[in-house]
């Protein structure tokens, strides 16, 4: 017989004696008295000569044949009946309230779907996913912050630089020399912009990152890029003049700043972008907003008919 959790354990059985969950008076059981024979069901035993005097059993109980019932303990209260359930059913829980709010996981970013012919798309307000490619100098940095502050829609910052420095002791810093470990810590930075990159752009978060990418190197190239982001990003190259980018090489600081030699040698392997059939800004008479507006128009473009690369 199964009873109910949480409700009190029955009277031990012993041998020859048997328990009814029927109420019984505790007052009314004598200790010293000798039970009588067994009563049929429900009538009052013949009260003979040999008989004790006792009290009668209770109406509606049947003591065990050949003994007498057993009382239950002082304040024990039986059971109700209990409906069978099985013991692998689990009562279900409360839905756990922690604030969480589950995100869509980041894939690779598909082509952005090209607008009707007759329309001519709005970059400003198109969730896209763009590569800003540029020497040292060229600006990269700057329009791309202003161009993802002045947008229609949300979108995210992601400079390389800014992620490959994370690392701060144990810093490989390629301008001490490309070795292993410059290109490990690089290789490193761009798969965690990728990941970044697909998960704004699966939450609904357009994103713009920079990064110095050779036309002539695959290991800092763009095919890097297209497998952690996806087919979808949409590549500009940011290249102004040389004596520009020397100009605003000088003004800065810190490992940012590199010798002009160095500028001038990486300004000269970028110009193999020229006619990679990527869109090419030179702004070397337009400030950061003009930049931006540029960016706008040409993003549209690449929108409508993006380039194959």
Partial sequence: MQHAVGSPLPPPHQPGHGWTPAAHDPGAHHPGGHPGPAAHQGQVPHQGPAAHQGPAPHQGSAPHQGSAPVPPAPGFAPPGPVPHTPHHVQAPQAPETTGHVPLPPGGPVGMPSAPPAASVPDASTTTIAVLLIGPAGAGKTSVAKYWADHRRVPTAHISLDDVREWVRSGFADPQSGWNDHSEAQYRLARRTCGFAARNFLANGISCILDDAVFPDRPVVGLGGWKRHVGPGLLP??????????????????????????????????????????????????????????????????????????
């Avoid at 590199?258 to 193999?272: C, F, K, P, Q, S």
């Avoid at 337009?286 to 929108?303: C, E, F, G, H, K």
């Fill in 236 to 309: 500009v190259v940011l290249l102004p003049g040389l004596e520009i980018v020397l100009e605003r090489n000088a003004e800065r600081a810190g490992n940012r700043r590199l010798t002009d030699e160095e500028v001038a040698r990486i300004h000269g392997r970028m110009a193999g972008w020229y006619g990679s059939g990527l869109p090419i800004i030179d702004n070397s008479q337009l400030d950061v907003p003009q930049t931006a507006r540029v960016l706008d128009d040409v993003l549209a473009r690449s929108i409508a008919s993006p380039p194959q690369w």
